[in-house]
């Protein structure tokens, strides 16, 4: 296996939110080929309760969009001070989220994907294993699309609302959403990877706060 590669697709998959491009539809069997990459994604107990919910109705996007603007408006209500970046990093991920609102209707394809189960009663550890069946096939779904000169992001602010969505899209009440995730191909080729701390410095070995020397 090329780890130049693999390390290069890993650590350059961004979410892409300005570089969308919002006038080219992703075909179908390039969905479906991401979807499959994605069902080969460990899953607690080999149950496989994978569900992607594509969405490409124009109607539908913007209902979906007007959800998410309602929610990310309830959440900056609540927490006014977490939309002020004191870097300038994060302000310009702050600022191309603002961008996203402004055209979640616009992207071609958004898609929802569900696991199977609700988490609203489950002690932590058997929360824990309904997120851990889900979370890795969607990330594998999200490089698959990287890979194939595709963008997304991962956005979770419409789940303040969950249950509205799931009324819009006809999702069964025993399957729980995780993400809503816009698709597109992006421009540009110049992805690179984010500015972060050396691995060292979150790393603890034996113990907590442990580091490793030598």
Known sequence: MDTAITDHLLTT???????????????????????????QAPTGSNLQGWRFVVVQDAAKRAALAEIYRRSIDQH????PDSFSPNDSQTKRVYDSADYLVEVMDQVPTLVVPCIKGRPE???H???????????????????????????SSWTTMH????????ELLGIPK???QVALIPVAYYTGTDFRPASRPP????????????ARNG
């Open 13 to 39: 998959t961004r979410a892409v939110r300005r570089r969308l491009d919002l006038n080219r539809q992703v075909p179908t069997d390039v969905l479906l080929e991401c979807v499959s990459v994605a069902q």
């Open 76 to 79: 900056r209500a609540v927490q």
């Open 121 to 123: 009663s489950l002690p």
């Open 125 to 151: 550890a058997y929360a824990s294993v309904l997120y851990a069946s889900i979370c890795p096939a969607v990330w594998s779904f999200m490089l698959a699309l990287r890979s194939r000169g595709v963008g």
């Open 159 to 166: 789940l303040l609302n969950e249950p509205e969505v799931a």
């Open 174 to 176: 025993k399957f729980t």
């Open 199 to 210: 691995a060292e410095t979150i790393t603890y070995f034996d113990s907590w706060g442990e």
